[in-house]
């Protein structure tokens, strides 16, 4: 019967792509890292990976993962409450905890999940929601599922979020959601004074710092640290899937009764697959890792400082933060979007795998190539992009 419906995909399909919206995947054909190789690109220098401290083809990290499956096995075969809870899983929950500065942790397959999981068991209809323009996908989402009243308030903006916070006093539990990072610009959020205004107005803040654990903050444990808010955090959210090794896997941690409902409430907990041992064991090594030493996070932030300063001074336009996301913009050049895949084209022939960011990924006329440093990068590599960039930029009159 598909024949019958093969025709509006097909159709759809061909609208996305003369939109120019159809994603193609490169090939890489090595393992990740900062040099790798891709099918018809070659060798090349990654600045678009979310490998912040350098770890996702760590040998330390490789090693705890097969001595997790020598120990623990390939797989559970179970969700977490019926045979799927091993020692290691409440191991690596105790030390999240002890590394994020909370009080307890829940695991689940990814961050998607978590944010899929967390709202719905927490808030009903009399309840409310108050979420960053930006937010993730998957707090989007996360939401959806979920039957409290939805405010929103424009990004990073504490004037807006305290007009919701006004907006939403008659209903009976509040919670302020924020990204700890916002992805596309590498501004990162005013926990502070996110926590500043909840207490004011007696609302609960909840952070997803999938772009931050590991490596912002004095100890490497988020946004939250960086803006001194720790402890005042009562939800976060954070993924295994970028700086902590990048494989995948994710959770909520803060205060014990948040998790406590989510063990007995969360569908993607309780109707979904424990966490591979693997994962699981190389997760606890990264956090030994980074508890041991401030190497790699203090190797990010001078790379990222490097990256900055060179760019500026090449005379590209980008977006002020301390964060590894840089974005390069181009809003205010004619035809961004085509000149941010030009650039990025140019560049990929110059040994530089960047991406361009266009509508509607990101809001008309704010185009832009988005770089994202790593620990691994050496200040040759850095050098050598702020070479490469200049080049390009230079030939498509960009400056
Ligand atoms: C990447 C990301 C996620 C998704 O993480 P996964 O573990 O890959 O599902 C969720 N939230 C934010 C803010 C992210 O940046």
Not at 244 to 266: F, N, P, T, Y
Not at 352 to 381: C, L, M
Request: net charge negative; proline share 2%.
């Amino acid at each position: 019967m598909f024949n019958q419906h093969k025709e509006r995909y097909t159709t759809e399909l061909e609208e996305i792509e003369k939109a120019g919206l159809y994603k193609n995947e490169r090939i890489i054909t090595t393992a990740q890292g900062v040099e790798i190789k891709t099918k018809g690109g070659g060798s090349v220098l990654n600045f678009c990976a979310n490998n912040y401290l350098g770890l996702s083809n760590n040998p330390r990290l490789i090693e705890a993962a097969k001595k997790a499956m020598d120990e623990w096995g390939f797989g559970l075969s179970s969700v977490r409450f019926i045979c799927g809870t091993q020692g290691l899983h409440k191991q690596l929950e105790a030390k999240l905890s002890e590394f994020l500065g909370t009080e307890d942790t829940i695991l689940f397959s990814s961050a998607f999940d978590a944010n899929g999981a967390v709202f719905e068991p927490l808030l009903g209809s009399d309840d409310a929601i108050i979420s960053d323009e930006l937010n993730h996908a998957s707090i989007i989402d996360g939401v959806r599922l979920c039957k409290a009243q939805r405010f929103r308030y424009k990004n990073n903006n504490m004037e807006d979020l305290e007009e919701q916070l006004k907006a939403a006093s008659n209903c009976k539990t509040v919670l302020v959601v924020t990204d700890g990072v916002f992805s596309m610009d590498g501004i990162i959020a005013q926990v502070d004074k996110i926590c500043d205004l909840a207490d004011k107005y007696g609302a609960m803040v909840m952070v997803d710092d999938s772009h931050a654990t590991g490596f912002l903050g004095e100890s490497g444990k988020g946004s939250y640290e960086y803006s001194n808010a720790v402890g005042r955090v009562d939800i976060i959210s954070t993924t295994f899937g970028k700086a902590l090794g990048g494989a995948s896997g994710g959770c909520i941690s803060g205060k014990s009764e948040v998790v406590d409902m989510l063990r007995q409430r969360a569908r993607p907990y309780l109707f979904s697959n424990s966490l591979a041992p693997a994962i699981a064991g190389a997760t606890l090594e990264v956090l030994d890792m980074l508890q041991s030493s401030s190497e790699l996070r203090d190797k990010v932030m001078k790379n990222t400082q490097r990256f900055r300063k060179g760019i500026k001074e090449a005379g590209f336009t980008i977006v002020d933060s301390e964060h590894p996301i840089v974005p390069i913009m181009l809003g205010h050049l004619e035809n961004d979007a085509r000149l941010s895949q030009q650039f990025a084209n140019k560049l990929l022939e110059e040994g530089i795998y960047v991406i361009g960011f266009y509508f509607p990924v990101v809001p008309k006329g704010k185009s832009r190539i988005r770089v994202q440093i790593s620990a691994a990068h050496t200040d040759e590599h850095i050098d050598f992009a702020i070479e490469k960039f200049t080049k390009a930029g230079k030939e498509l009159g960009i400056i």
